[in-house]
Structure formats: C-alpha cells, structure tokens
C-alpha cells in the first residue's frame, strides 16, 4: 500500500524559511516523479513543484520560483520542500503528492497534508 | 500559470447526472492527458480519471472522461449522496512556464 507522510509544518514568521518533508512507502521511490501541492485555507488547489525520479528534472510554480527548492534522497525514500522568504500567502496545507507512471500528468496518490501558517 | 476554469457549483438529484467542464487552452488540455480529483469534505485529494478518460482500479464507472479541443468534461451518472465533494482537474500545461495546473474547482451538491 502506497503511503505518502508529511512532517515539518507549523507556525513561522514572514520571512522565515521551513523545510517539510514526505516519508515515501509501498513502492518503488526512485521510479516515480513526485510533487507539492497546496490548498490556502477555504481555497482550491496549486501546484507548487514537481521533481523527476532522478532529481534532473525539477519544476516551479511561479508563485514559488526562487524561494522555494524542491528535492530527494532515493536513499531514505524522502521527498522534500525548502520553503525560505516565506509570506502570509504562502499559508496553506501542503500535500505530497506521487505522479502516475505517465510521468507529469496525474497525481495517483497524496499524502494527508502538512499545515504551514505564515503569520507573525 | 493561469488555472483552468471549471463553474463553481454543480447540483442534481440523486440518481441524476451532472457535468463538470474544464476550460484550458492549446498548451495544457488540447495536448496534454487530463486529470480529474474527487476531494471529500476534510480530506485529501483521490484521482478519479487519469489520461483523459481512464479510471484506477476501484472507482466506478458511473464517473467518465473526456476532451474535445481545449476543454474537458467530467460525467457523473447515477448521482448518489457520496458524490457530494470539490472536483477538480489538471494537467501539463507546456507554455513557457511548464508546469502542472489545476482547475478552479466545482463544487457538486446532491440534492
């Protein structure tokens, strides 16, 4: 059974950095391309960023670009979001989120959500 | 990275069918798979259809896909109270700024 876990959310100041982290199991990590992606509270979904199975290929929402760096250790089977510069409108549960095998098209499994508030 | 655009809210009695559109444009949804996700009240997102119009093992077929150009549809037949969630769609979108997109959401209400 495929799990996705998130850890490393919570309270931060604008302008503060926090770094969240999604535990993989039930499958093969390294095969797959995985993702972020929000939802501010009441609103709809946002990609944030997505990162190749090897970590050659990484992608930004705009929202994000040059603040937040996405990346993964195949080793330990963890996926992780570095979120610095942070802003009030960065406020949002975080999922972790596996692509399918068609690589960029469909999330075929999320985890439960990590909250992030930026406030001060 | 414009979102794609779905109407806010959908309803119909139960046993009855809705349809969910998604409006993308030549750079997403007229070349590229489209997604659609179930989100229940309080819970995380569920992949309902995948590559436009396949289901993953275990959701009925009361829930279908389509495309035609630049806008997909989502289908629900046999309303039930269950249904009742946030449905969104995604896909590639392959404009200068690649990334992943998501609808803005349709609320479906059951009557």
């Known amino acids: 059974e495929v799990q996705l876990v998130e850890s490393g959310g919570g309270l931060v100041q604008p302008g503060g950095s926090l770094r969240l982290s999604c535990a993989a199991s039930?499958?093969?990590?390294?095969?797959?391309?995985m993702g972020w992606v929000r939802q501010a509270p009441g609103k709809g979904l946002e990609w944030v960023s997505g990162?190749?199975?090897?970590?050659?290929?990484?992608n930004y929402a705009d929202s994000v670009k040059g603040r937040f760096a996405i990346s993964r250790d195949n080793s330990k089977d963890t996926l992780y979001l570095q979120m610095n510069s942070l802003r009030a409108e960065d406020t949002a549960l975080y999922y972790c989120?596996?692509?399918?095998?068609?690589?960029?098209?469909?999330?075929?499994?999320w985890g439960q959500g990590i909250l992030v508030t930026v406030s001060s | 990275q414009s979102a794609l655009t779905q109407p806010p809210s959908v309803s119909a009695a139960p046993g009855q069918k809705v349809t969910i559109s998604c409006s993308g444009s030549?750079?997403?949804?007229?070349?590229?798979?489209v997604s659609w996700y179930q989100q229940l009240p309080g819970a995380a997102p569920k992949l309902l259809i995948y590559?436009?119009?396949r289901r993953p093992s275990g959701i009925p077929d009361r829930f279908s896909g389509s495309r035609s150009g630049t806008s997909a549809t989502l289908d629900i037949t046999g309303l039930r109270t269950e249904d009742e969630a946030d449905y969104y769609c995604?896909?590639?979108?392959?404009?200068?700024?690649?990334?992943?997109?998501f609808g803005t959401g349709t609320r479906v209400t059951v009557l």
């Open positions: 989120a596996k692509y399918d095998v068609s690589g960029w098209y469909a999330f075929d499994h």
């Open positions: 039930g499958f093969t990590f390294s095969n797959y391309a």
């Open positions: 990162v190749s199975g090897s970590s050659i290929r990484t």
């Open positions: 030549s750079s997403n949804i007229e070349n590229d798979h």
């Open positions: 590559e436009t119009n």
């Open positions: 995604g896909t590639w979108d392959s404009s200068l700024s690649a990334s992943y997109v």
